[in-house]
């Protein structure tokens, strides 16, 4: 596949074509919101634009993609052109997968992606960040309005923790002080973004604390989560969502894992891991198929049943931390 420039890639962006904008499975704030920058974009530039995910998206992050219309189909013979934003391989359109040979550009910033298409990359905390660039190259920044800018914040907010994470280069706090200068409300993005919780997601964080375990001496900190638990205890799979950045903060844990089985079909489990140092988990991601970044990576496992899927999970990422 080609390596686009940036050059070639604004001559793309100019062209004006009906275009889907696809993220990825159990979306967040960076692929939604780096899909609503780009979306911006290309209307500007005269092209029809919808966003497409192949999963319902979480309700409290509905305030990015306010006034956007997204479709849940897997049919994109409409199109004529699709981008996929925030995507590292194919296993992470879910059941868009099938449409994977139509994907014409990726804009990514995950070092472990696929090059399943044509792809413009760069090594940055977050794909809202080069959504941005983008838009600065091509001298829009002056010219679109507010909710892009909120967008492309709450893309850079969700993936780099709000700022905390080791991801954060002094470019991501000059972009994000640009964002500020155009007059978004920080405090409120963030607050919908980290401090706004649904009652299922405070019950699940306790059926998580009570059946979380550990292994490699306190090393390894894994949940999970069966449809028979997510039925006990009336939970859906928006509320186990972010489940794994609990299981994470206990001192001692070096890696977090959550394993969450699919209400569509019970062979499938799904993986979100996090590190808290330079293991690589992208790396033991990748041997299920997967990826991400350094210290934060997922992927499917398929497996008979719920213990053989933790079985395999853990032991994977145990052997890292021998």
Not at 62 to 76: A, C, N, R, T
Not at 171 to 200: H, M, P, Q, W
Not at 296 to 315: F, K, L, M
């Amino acid at each position: 596949m080609t390596e686009l420039k940036l050059d070639s890639l604004n001559e793309i962006i100019k062209t004006p074509k009906k275009t889907a904008i696809v993220c990825h499975k159990n979306p967040d704030p960076d692929t939604l919101g780096s899909a609503v920058g780009l979306s911006y974009i290309l209307r500007h530039f005269g092209s029809d634009t919808k966003i497409v995910c192949c999963e319902k998206l979480p309700a409290r992050l509905s305030f990015i993609v306010d006034g956007e219309e997204i479709l849940y189909s897997g049919d994109l013979s409409e199109f004529q052109r699709v981008i996929a934003v925030d995507v590292a391989s194919p296993s992470q359109m879910g059941e868009l997968d099938i449409c994977c040979d139509r994907v014409d550009i990726t804009i990514d910033h995950h070092s472990m992606n696929t090059r399943f298409s044509d792809y413009y990359m760069e090594n940055c905390a977050a794909c809202a960040q080069i959504i941005f660039k983008i838009a600065h190259s091509l001298g829009l920044y002056d010219i679109l309005p507010l909710k892009f800018f909120e967008a492309i914040y709450a893309g850079i907010s969700g993936d780099t923790g709000c700022f905390k994470y080791s991801n954060v280069t002094s470019e991501t706090y000059v972009i994000a002080s640009l964002l500020v200068e155009k007059g978004i409300d920080c405090a409120e993005i963030n607050r919908l973004i980290f401090d706004s919780k649904s009652y299922g997601e405070i019950v699940a964080e306790k059926v998580t604390y009570q059946n979380m375990k550990l292994y490699s001496n306190g090393k390894l900190s894994v949940i999970l989560f069966t449809n028979k638990m997510k039925e006990e205890n009336n939970l859906t799979d928006e509320d186990i969502g972010d489940i794994v950045n609990h299981i994470r903060q206990i001192q001692g844990v070096s890696v977090a894992v959550s394993i969450k089985q699919s209400s569509k079909d019970e062979t499938k489990f799904s993986i979100s891991s996090r590190s808290n140092n330079d293991i690589d988990v992208s790396a033991l991601c990748a041997e299920f198929g997967g990826g991400g970044h350094l210290r934060a990576a997922g992927c499917t496992v398929i497996a008979s049943s719920p213990d053989e899927a933790e079985s395999r999970v853990v032991s994977v990422f145990s052997r890292e931390l021998k």
